[in-house]
């Protein structure tokens, strides 16, 4: 008996072999007319030769589609084009910009830069003297009093607005919308002029961190709306017909099936605040040594740090600069690392 096998599917919109060759040769030519245009031309610089690729590349990949297959695969071909220099132009500051950091930041790490502090050097010494221990326990203290705070708070406003919507949600939500574009030098000042000098009277890491937890809360509770707004009604539907009070309801089915959107939540606050500078320049003091207590005296921070070291001036300051941008990079890299890793796992049973 002879068997008919299924034939296997097929993707008509994969390249094959010919296809890619056909690419790499109009890249080559989008190459070469861009040199020649610019060898010929006043056009200069590195945005000419970029500006130009992009529009000899569209103009042949579209003109060939035009001969060989009509005008719509021709469109097709020039609104891919776009989608590629859309991915571009957003790919290459990112680039740059680490590129640039790591590069001039590894000339500022040695040995000592992460088990010492400033209190007995300044920016202007040599390299190896002194280090970033003070700023990066800092900005770690600073990071972890701001999460204790506004995570709380943000969530709980989120709740109110997509599960409670009580009398007060518009107000509320304006309020949330509003304090969003707040910028970061009114938090300081007003942190400073309503706790710090009527109150503590003080510099102190919980100071920024009030500051920082304004700038935070916003952050969380829209990005928290938005992720329990995703949340189908009929889990919610499904926990009441189950006899589940309200709150049950929210604590064992919305919050844990929104459980990774509100990791992402937490991710974009830190990033909202970890670089923030002009609040801790207003409220922390900026100490040069570790300072285990973040309720009394001074506190650096890495933020502070390199604007202290910039500010110096000299060719070691600057390359001390350099170095904690670096630090500070990897640093939230790593907090955006564990926090992704916590929103991944598995709730066990």
Same mark, same amino acid.
């Given at each position: 008996?002879?068997?008919?096998?299924?034939?296997?599917?097929?993707?008509?919109?994969?390249?094959?072999?010919?296809?890619?060759?056909?690419?790499?040769?109009?890249?080559?030519?989008?190459?070469?007319?861009?040199?020649?245009?610019?060898?010929?031309?006043?056009?200069?610089?590195?945005?000419?030769?970029?500006?130009?690729?992009? /529009?000899?590349?569209?103009? #042949? =990949? !579209?003109?060939?589609?035009?001969?060989? $297959? &009509? %005008?719509?695969?021709?469109?097709?071909? *020039?609104?891919?084009?776009?989608?590629?220099?859309?991915?571009?132009?957003?790919?290459?500051?990112?680039?740059?910009?680490?590129?640039?950091?790591?590069?001039?930041?590894?000339?500022?790490?040695?040995?000592?830069?992460?088990?010492?502090?400033?209190?007995?050097?300044?920016?202007?010494?040599?390299?190896?003297?002194?280090?970033?221990?003070?700023?990066?326990?800092?900005?770690?203290?600073?990071?972890?009093?701001?999460?204790?705070?506004? /995570?709380?708070?943000?969530? #709980? =406003? !989120?709740?109110?607005?997509?599960?409670? $919507? &009580? %009398?007060?949600?518009?107000?509320?939500? *304006?309020?949330?919308?509003?304090?969003?574009?707040?910028?970061?030098?009114?938090?300081?000042?007003?942190?400073?002029?309503?706790?710090?000098?009527?109150?503590?009277?003080?510099?102190?890491?919980?100071?920024?961190?009030?500051?920082?937890?304004?700038?935070?809360?916003?952050?969380?509770?829209?990005?928290?709306?938005?992720?329990?707004?995703?949340?189908?009604?009929?889990?919610?539907?499904?926990?009441?017909?189950?006899?589940?009070?309200?709150?049950?309801?929210?604590?064992?089915?919305?919050?844990?099936?929104?459980?990774?959107?509100?990791?992402?939540?937490?991710?974009?606050?830190?990033?909202?605040?970890?670089?923030?500078?002009?609040?801790?320049?207003?409220?922390?003091?900026?100490?040069?040594?570790?300072?285990?207590?973040?309720?009394?005296?001074?506190?650096?921070?890495?933020?502070?740090?390199?604007?202290?070291?910039?500010?110096?001036?000299?060719?070691?300051?600057?390359?001390?600069?350099?170095?904690?941008?670096?630090?500070?990079?990897?640093?939230?890299?790593?907090?955006?690392?564990?926090?992704?890793?916590?929103?991944?796992?598995?709730?066990?049973?």
């Amino acid at each position: 008996m002879t068997t008919i096998s299924a034939p296997a599917p097929t993707r008509p919109w994969k390249a094959s072999p010919k296809d890619r060759l056909r690419d790499v040769a109009l890249f080559l030519f989008a190459i070469v007319g861009t040199y020649v245009v610019v060898a010929v031309t006043p056009m200069k610089g590195k945005l000419a030769y970029f500006g130009l690729f992009f /529009i000899f590349y569209m103009a #042949l =990949t !579209a003109g060939f589609q035009w001969f060989t $297959r &009509g %005008s719509a695969a021709a469109k097709d071909a *020039f609104v891919n084009s776009l989608v590629a220099i859309g991915a571009v132009v957003t790919v290459i500051p990112i680039a740059s910009i680490i590129v640039t950091v790591v590069v001039k930041g590894s000339k500022g790490l040695h040995m000592g830069l992460l088990t010492t502090d400033m209190s007995m050097s300044a920016p202007t010494d040599p390299i190896a003297s002194g280090g970033l221990l003070h700023a990066i326990t800092g900005t770690l203290t600073l990071v972890v009093l701001a999460l204790i705070m506004s /995570i709380p708070i943000g969530i #709980l =406003t !989120a709740l109110y607005l997509t599960e409670i $919507r &009580g %009398s007060l949600t518009r107000p509320i939500q *304006f309020l949330v919308q509003a304090m969003s574009g707040v910028p970061s030098i009114v938090a300081g000042l007003f942190i400073l002029s309503a706790v710090l000098y009527p109150i503590t009277k003080g510099y102190s890491g919980f100071m920024g961190a009030l500051a920082l937890t304004i700038l935070m809360i916003p952050t969380v509770a829209r990005t928290s709306q938005e992720v329990l707004k995703l949340i189908p009604n009929d889990l919610r539907e499904a926990g009441v017909a189950l006899g589940g009070t309200q709150w049950r309801t929210v604590a064992m089915i919305v919050l844990p099936a929104a459980r990774s959107g509100l990791i992402t939540a937490v991710i974009l606050g830190i990033a909202r605040i970890a670089g923030e500078t002009a609040p801790i320049l207003l409220l922390t003091g900026g100490g040069d040594r570790v300072n285990p207590n973040a309720f009394s005296g001074s506190i650096g921070s890495l933020p502070y740090y390199i604007w202290k070291s910039f500010n110096a001036g000299s060719p070691e300051a600057i390359t001390r600069a350099w170095a904690g941008l670096l630090v500070l990079m990897v640093l939230v890299l790593i907090l955006f690392s564990l926090a992704r890793l916590l929103g991944t796992r598995k709730v066990a049973r």
